[in-house]
């Protein structure tokens, strides 16, 4: 079975930073990317990077979060500086597979902006 596992999150104050760590199980990943849903709100996408493309960012987050991946390209980064309290949510690690129909989610991991 793939597994995604997410490490990184905890509590922050504002404007400061924060990085994001994903490892997957798997090596043939087409995209990795995060989403992160606050309570009561739907998820959404915070950013987007396809093997060998250029990352894709939501507006909110554009200026201040970076996603990479390594060099193996079974592990997704995510950079986020300028941390605001609207950030706060659970984050979870995205994955697309080569040939799979199927995408992979990871079981999230806490992200708390706050003073």
């Known amino acids: 079975q793939v597994q995604l596992v997410e490490s990184g999150g905890g509590l922050v104050q504002p404007g400061g930073s924060l990085r994001l760590s994903c490892v997957a199980s798997?090596?043939?990943?087409?995209?990795m990317a995060w989403y992160r849903q606050a309570p009561g709100k739907q998820r959404e996408l915070v950013a987007r990077?396809?093997?060998?493309?250029?990352?894709n960012y939501a507006d909110s987050v554009k200026g201040r979060f970076t996603i990479s991946r390594d060099n193996a390209g079974n592990a997704v980064y995510l950079q986020m500086n300028n941390l605001k309290p609207e950030d706060t949510a659970v984050y979870y690690c995205?994955?697309?597979?080569?040939?799979?129909?199927?995408?992979?989610w990871g079981k999230g991991t806490q992200v708390t902006v706050s003073a």
């Open positions: 995205n994955a697309d597979l080569y040939g799979d129909v199927n995408e992979y």
């Open positions: 798997v090596f043939n990943i087409y995209a």
């Open positions: 990077l396809i093997n060998l493309g250029t990352p």
